[in-house]
């Protein structure tokens, strides 16, 4: 059986926000692992972190990716303040999101509960895009700032907790997801620029056959079109697979 591509939708996206999803549930399957003792690998060096980094890179990408190709469709239809209105919805429903992974992360890991994790992060960026939305140099040149700040920062600790969205990372602090505005609403800019770049008007601007009734991508694409109910379900189904056969 091969699960189609939705009308209208770019397959590359989806397929390639499908391959960070398939990346993503096997990073926590292995964190899972080590929570429960079944395995000690390490997670957070080496390969394994390079892993993980990618992944979100790639997924934060397409966040400004997906914006602009929503933007430039929608432009043609509706006011800014329409539009506006719609992504600060957009946000705040997934900063929602990340809230509902803060409280379980707090029942779940109280030792290391999620404060400003990927939803969280994805969600502010959501909004805090919107002046953004139509720029590709000056996105590039603010996005590479941002990034290089957010690296800067990361060599320090500081005595105070409250700008810990924005990258200043407490003394003695452990979460087992957080992502800063600062580097990562500098990935989100790239992406929009290249998306700006890319799918000027919200089209493809190159040729590019479509593979996504293919079997296996079709797969990967269907999984990318649903990333967000993947996101939040995945966890407790790995969890239940782990007691089920290790413990």
Not at 56 to 79: D, E, M, P, R, W
Not at 94 to 122: A, D, N, R, S
Not at 191 to 202: E, L, Q, R, T
Not at 225 to 243: C, E, K, T
Request: include cysteine; charge should be positive; hydrophobic fraction near 50%.
């Amino acid at each position: 059986m091969v699960i189609r591509n939705s009308n209208g939708r770019l397959w590359e996206i989806d397929f390639l926000r499908g391959i960070a999803i398939i990346l993503m549930v096997f990073f926590h399957f292995l964190y899972d692992l080590n929570h429960y003792s079944v395995t000690n690998y390490r997670l957070y060096s080496g390969y394994f972190s390079y892993l993980s980094y990618g992944t979100a890179s790639i997924f934060v990408f397409l966040v400004g990716v997906s914006l602009t190709i929503s933007y430039n469709k929608s432009n043609q239809k509706n006011s800014s303040s329409v539009l506006s209105m719609k992504y600060v919805k957009r946000g705040a429903k997934i900063i929602g999101l990340g809230m509902i992974i803060t409280l379980f992360t707090l029942w779940y890991i109280p030792e290391g509960f999620v404060l400003f994790g990927i939803l969280h992060c994805i969600g502010v960026s959501i909004i805090l895009s919107i002046p953004f939305l139509r720029y590709r140099l000056f996105n590039i040149i603010t996005g590479s700032i941002i990034i290089f700040i957010g690296g800067y920062l990361n060599l320090f600790r500081f005595d105070f907790p409250w700008l810990l969205p924005f990258g200043f990372v407490p003394k003695q602090f452990f979460t087992i997801d957080y992502f800063p505005l600062i580097p990562w609403f500098g990935v989100v800019l790239i992406g929009i620029a290249m998306g700006n770049y890319i799918y000027k008007g919200g089209k493809r601007r190159y040729g590019l056959n479509d593979y996504s009734d293919h079997f296996g991508i079709g797969h990967i694409c269907y999984l990318g079109r649903n990333s967000l109910y993947v996101y939040f379900f995945h966890q407790p189904i790995l969890v239940g697979l782990i007691f089920l056969l290790f413990l």
